[in-house]
C-alpha cells in the first residue's frame, strides 16, 4: 500500500465509523480496522516490507490513521479496546449496599416526630454537664447515691458525664420564660458494668412541659398514651406505678403492656404483662425555685424515657450490646 492509498482507506474508514448505525456495525468496524486480526495490525506487521526510506513516514501514516479510527469510534459511544464489550443485558448490576438508618437513631427521629405533633421542640445540651445542673438543681441531696463517685464519671469537683438528660430541662428553664415544651434526646453515661441489658453509655430522650396555666398530671398520661401508640402500634397501654425522682412530686414509672403477650405475662415481661419504660412526674416546686420560675405561677410536668429500652421492645432486641458492635448483619435484619 503505497502513502496515497492509506490515505484514501482511512478516509473511507472514518467515513464507515460515522454512518455506522448502531452499537453491533460499530464494533464490527472495530474488528475489521483495530482488531487483531484487522487491516491497520496487518499493515504494521508488513512494515518489514516497505522500502526502509519510506518506513519512518508510513509509520507515522499507519499510527495517525489507527488514532482517528479509535477515536472515532470512542466518539461513537464505543470503546476501542481489544476485548469486546459485554453486551448480555441480563447481568446483574453492581450492588453499592445502601445503608440504614440505627435503630436508636430511627427511635430518637421517630419520637422527635411524634412529639413533634404535639408542640414539642427539640432542645440540646452538652454531654459535660456541672454538678448544678446535673444534680443541684434537680433537687438532688447531697448524699444521693447516684453522685458517688462509684456511680457517676466525674472529672474534678464540678464536671461529669451527664448522668440522665434531666439537666437539659434546666438548661432549657434557665433559657426560656413559660410556656416551654421540650423534647431532649442525647447520650448519657453511668459507671454501670455493661450486661445484656446495661451499658455505661446510653441514651435518653427527657420532656418537659412548664405553663403558667395548670398541668396536670393526667396532661401527662395523655401524652405518653399518644406516644405509646404511635410508638409501638394501636393495642399498647400505659400504666403510671408511683416510685420517687427528688426532682418531680408526684413521681412516677412508667410501663407500657408487654408486645409480645398484649399483658398476658410471659418471658419478656418477666410474666407481669408490663415493661418499664420512662420516669416521669410533676415538676418539684424546687426545680422551680432553681431556675428562677416562681412555683406559685407555673406548674409542669417531665418524663425520661430509655432509648435503648424502646428500641430493643420495638425491635425485639434481646441484648443492648448489639446496638454497639455496627455488625451490619444484625444491623440490616432491623431495615
Ligand atoms: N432522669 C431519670 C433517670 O435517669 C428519669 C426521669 C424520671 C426523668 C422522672 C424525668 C422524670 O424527667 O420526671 O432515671
Same mark, same amino acid.
Given at each position: ?12 474508514? @472514518? ?33 518489514? %516490507? ?33 476485548? &469486546? ?6 447481568? $446483574? ?34 454531654? @459535660? ?37 434531666? &439537666? ?10 413559660? &410556656? ?11 459507671? %454501670? ?25 393526667? %396532661? ?34 412508667? %410501663? ?24 416521669? /412526674? ?12 416562681? &412555683? ?5 410536668? $417531665?418524663?425520661?424515657? /430509655? ?15 448489639? @446496638? ?12
Amino acid at each position: 500500500m503505497t502513502l496515497a492509498e492509506l490515505e484514501i482507506a482511512k478516509a473511507q474508514s @472514518l467515513e464507515e465509523v460515522v454512518a455506522a448505525a448502531d452499537a453491533a456495525a460499530v464494533e464490527a468496524l472495530r474488528v475489521k480496522y483495530v482488531g487483531r486480526n484487522g487491516s491497520i495490525p496487518a499493515l504494521i506487521k508488513a512494515m518489514k %516490507d516497505v522500502p526502509k526510506e519510506e518506513r519512518p513516514m508510513f509509520g507515522k501514516a499507519v499510527q495517525a490513521w489507527r488514532a482517528e479510527v479509535e477515536a472515532a469510534l470512542q466518539a461513537k459511544g464505543f470503546a476501542a479496546a481489544e476485548k &469486546p464489550v459485554d453486551a448480555d443485558l441480563t447481568m $446483574a448490576g453492581r450492588w453499592w449496599g445502601l445503608g440504614v438508618k440505627h435503630p436508636l437513631s430511627r427511635v430518637i427521629e421517630e419520637s422527635a416526630a411524634i412529639f413533634g405533633r404535639l408542640g414539642f421542640t427539640v432542645a440540646d445540651g452538652p454531654e @459535660l454537664e456541672n454538678k448544678f445542673n446535673n444534680f443541684t438543681a434537680l433537687n438532688t441531696p447531697q448524699h444521693h447515691p447516684s453522685m458517688d463517685r462509684s456511680d457517676t464519671f466525674w472529672f474534678g469537683e464540678d464536671c461529669l458525664l451527664r448522668t440522665q438528660t434531666s &439537666p437539659v430541662q434546666i438548661r432549657a428553664m434557665m433559657a426560656n420564660k413559660p &410556656p416551654v415544651r421540650v423534647i431532649c434526646p442525647g447520650r448519657t453515661y453511668r459507671r %454501670d458494668t455493661t450486661d445484656a441489658t446495661h451499658s455505661a453509655n446510653f441514651h435518653q430522650i427527657e420532656g418537659l412541659y412548664v405553663d403558667t396555666k395548670s398541668v396536670s398530671l393526667a %396532661d401527662l398520661k395523655s401524652v405518653l398514651a399518644y406516644f405509646a401508640k404511635e410508638m409501638m402500634g394501636d393495642g399498647v397501654t400505659v400504666r403510671f406505678r408511683p416510685h420517687f425522682f427528688p426532682f418531680t412530686e408526684p413521681s412516677v414509672e412508667v %410501663d407500657f403492656t408487654c408486645h409480645v403477650c398484649k399483658g398476658k405475662g410471659c418471658n419478656v415481661c418477666k410474666q407481669s404483662g408490663w415493661i418499664e419504660v420512662a420516669g416521669a /412526674g410533676m415538676v418539684d416546686p424546687r426545680v422551680f425555685e432553681h431556675v428562677g420560675y416562681d &412555683p406559685a405561677e407555673v406548674s409542669g410536668y $417531665a418524663f425520661g424515657f /430509655g432509648v435503648e429500652r424502646i428500641a430493643m421492645i420495638k425491635y425485639g432486641i434481646q441484648d443492648i450490646r448489639w @446496638l454497639y458492635e455496627n455488625d451490619v448483619r444484625f444491623l440490616d435484619q432491623l431495615a
